[in-house]
């Protein structure tokens, strides 16, 4: 498959180029959408070989640099990984499309007949780090949402995001879309971040996704809309009436199965009523999967191996196997320690008193709130989007995992026969 080359010699040429492309891409059918990010899935299988040995450039350059483990583990890439990829790039396919809803409809006395319908932003654009598979699934989010996509993947997945995106092109011009629907300003550093955030007319809306700092900065520099997606302090209360089989393996699945992503627990708050039947197992259970408990007093007069938390530890998104542990007086402080020191991604409760559980997800201001269920299902993919552009901590136009609706705006379309307003 032949590639077409980045030919822009400016970071805002490329912006301008995806700009033109939105406006034909915008105007794609939905089989024609559906039908490139199927080539593009199929490019991506078909280059797993390259693919990874881009990856293992950017891995071998992140050891040297002393990346951490957690962001080590986000930049992967092996050969199932890039199949993941490809499957989730299908399944975005397989969505209904999110372009055309009729969202409302009314006519008027005068007889003017409107319709608010969704329709594409035009150029999203991504400020990132360390994850190249975000680079697919905002690239396939985007085109199935008929936009045009600016991408800056920061310079430890440089080697990854530079093959994927050239794959993605070259599976667009293959079937005839433009294929500078799909830009990257990576190769420009620092400056193409800074350009993406001041394209103000050219890029529609800006998605940061990484660490509390990047997002921080994005929110405070950009004159393009931006949004918030959050870093995740994530909290697991364990009630009163936990039943010790759902802690154990609620939090240990939530710690354990990714500890790099947003959605791993960072802190779990154990009600002291519960606290001698529930901690000594369940840290128990952490510990044998290798996480390090951070605990508070109490905590540690139960599990001798944990060392003692730090202020700073109830606010660190750890991305790693360690845990901060507290016991609470009641379900009232843990409410206020959430208020205190969450990030406002997700918050899980467990609990058999259905009163408790209720009053937690009316009461804790997060974008997911769950009760009985690891934290880890606060993912795109597993509530059925296919994929996500990022997990919106804010609260205006789009909270949670976002998915196609949220890459849309409306526009009202009038069918008149001559009216004029008396």
Not at 24 to 35: Q, Y
Not at 234 to 262: G, Y
Not at 320 to 349: F, K, N
């Amino acid at each position: 498959m032949t590639t077409p080359a980045m030919t822009a010699t400016t970071a805002r040429e490329r912006m301008e180029f995806a700009k033109t492309a939105s406006r034909s891409v915008g105007l794609l059918s939905d089989a024609a959408k559906a039908d490139a990010l199927r080539t593009i899935a199929t490019a991506i299988e078909d280059a797993a070989t390259d693919i990874v040995a881009a990856n293992a450039e950017d891995l071998r350059r992140g050891e040297q640099n002393g990346l951490l483990a957690g962001l080590l583990d986000r930049l992967r890439l092996d050969e199932a990984r890039v199949h993941a990829l490809a499957a989730a790039v299908r399944d975005v396919a397989d969505l209904p499309d999110p372009v055309g809803r009729i969202l409302d409809e009314r006519t008027l006395s005068n007889g003017v007949h409107l319709q608010k319908v969704s329709v594409p932003f035009g150029v999203i654009g991504s400020i990132y780090e360390a994850r190249p598979n975000v680079t697919v699934d905002i690239a396939a989010l985007a085109l199935r949402s008929g936009n045009a996509v600016v991408l800056r993947g920061g310079t430890a997945a440089q080697s990854s995001n530079a093959t994927l995106v050239a794959v993605m092109r070259g599976a667009l011009a293959s079937v005839g879309i433009d294929p500078e629907a799909i830009q990257t300003v990576d190769d420009f550093g620092r400056d193409g971040a800074d350009a993406l955030m001041q394209a103000r007319g050219l890029v529609d809306v800006l998605v940061p996704r990484g660490s509390a700092q990047l997002i921080e900065t994005v929110v405070t520099q950009s004159s393009v809309p931006v949004i918030e997606t959050g870093a995740g302090v994530v909290h697991i209360v364990l009630d009163a009436s936990a039943p010790l089989e759902w802690a154990q393996q609620i939090v240990v699945n939530a710690k354990v199965q990714r500890p790099s992503v947003c959605n791993a627990v960072e802190t779990v708050l154990v009600v002291r009523d519960a606290a001698d039947r529930l901690v000594p197992p369940v840290a128990a259970a952490l510990e044998d999967a290798g996480v390090t408990i951070h605990g508070d007093d109490d905590v540690r007069a139960l599990v001798p191996g944990a060392v003692p938390v730090m202020d700073a530890d109830w606010a660190t998104e750890h991305m790693s196997l360690d845990l901060s542990m507290r016991v609470v007086d009641d379900l009232d402080e843990a409410l206020d320690h959430i208020r205190r020191y969450s990030t406002h991604h997700t918050e899980s409760i467990i609990t058999t008193d259905e009163r408790n559980a209720e009053r937690f997800l009316a009461e804790v201001d997060s974008a997911v709130v769950m009760a009985n269920a690891s934290t880890r299902f606060t993912d795109g993919g597993e509530f059925g989007f296919g994929a996500e552009v990022g997990i919106s901590t804010q609260k205006l136009h789009a909270r949670g995992p976002m998915g196609l609706p949220e890459l849309t705006s409306t526009k009202w379309l009038a069918r008149g026969a001559g009216q004029i307003r008396a």
